[in-house]
Each structure stands twice: as C-alpha cells, then as structure tokens.
C-alpha cells in the first residue's frame, strides 16, 4: 500500500483543528489527538510517511475525512493519454495512472498528487490553471519528495 506523507497529516490535524476548535486553548479534539499520535511517531522515527494500512483506526477516519475534502482527481479535461501520450500534459499524470485512478486508493491518489504537484510541468499549474478551479492546485498540498524510510 501506500504511504499517507507527513504533509498530509498536517494538513489533516490543521483542518480539523479549525474544524473543531479547542474550547479551552488546550485539549485538542478526538481526532486531532489520533493523527497527533501517529504524526509524534514519524517524528520520532524520522519518517516521512506512514503506511495506509499501519493507522490506527481514530487516526484513519480522521485522514479520510480530511482527504474527502480535497480534490480528487487533477483532471482539467485536456488528456493527451488519449492520443498516445505516456503523460498526460493536462494533469501530469502517468496513462497507467489515469487508467487505474478510480481504483487508486486514497494515499496512492496523494502519492500522485504530491508527485505532479512537485513537478508543476503540467498545464494545469500554468498554462491552463484556472480549469483546475480557484486553489485547486493549492488545495493539493504540495510536498517534498518522499523518502523511502516509512513506518510500518
């Protein structure tokens, strides 16, 4: 399986912490607590990612609710897979991606958003940006190239 990235589980825990502020400046909320927890262990580890399948089911739910917020697919309806290309110049991503992406699952999808994010060579981050919608391109988190250290 994949690996969920540290950046993803920031941007989980900020998103559910202004979700769900803390009332008293201190405790943080259910689900801030379980990501917070696998977040502590990566750090400790020195890990950039956590695979998919090792979080905790607290910690799970609340990744998942963060990543049903964010977009899909980077699809801007320009794919030149379709007329043979190996990448696709709209979104960037790979034809075995694009053929695969709906059977992807949620951190194998962040694992190419991450990489085509990176990258910025597709026409959605320049010359067709606004077809990826306002902040569709900031929405999907950019991040540094994960390494190949992962907690089991």
């Keep these: 399986m994949a690996a969920i990235l540290v950046a993803d589980l920031?941007?989980?825990?900020?998103?559910?912490?202004a979700r769900k502020p803390?009332?008293?400046?201190?405790?943080?909320?259910?689900?801030?607590?379980?990501?917070?927890?696998t977040y502590a262990r990566l750090a400790l580890d020195r890990a950039d990612g956590v695979d998919e399948d090792a979080l905790p089911p607290a910690a799970r739910e609340a990744w998942l609710a963060w990543y049903a917020t964010t977009p899909d697919a980077p699809c801007i309806a320009i794919c030149s897979t379709a007329q043979g290309d190996a990448v696709c110049k709209g979104c960037g991503r790979r034809f075995d991606e694009v053929r695969r992406w709906q059977a992807m699952s949620p951190a194998e999808k962040r694992a190419v958003w991450h990489r085509i994010t990176r990258e910025g060579t597709a026409w959605r981050f320049n010359r067709y940006a606004e077809r990826a919608g306002a902040g569709g391109a900031a929405r999907a988190a950019a991040?540094?190239?994960?390494?190949?250290?992962v907690a089991r």
Aim: glycine share 4%; aromatic share 6%; proline share 10%.
């Design 143 to 149: 991040a540094p190239a994960p390494s190949p250290k």
């Design 10 to 17: 920031e941007s989980a825990i900020n998103w559910w912490r």
């Design 22 to 37: 803390s009332a008293d400046g201190v405790t943080a909320c259910a689900e801030v607590r379980a990501l917070a927890e």
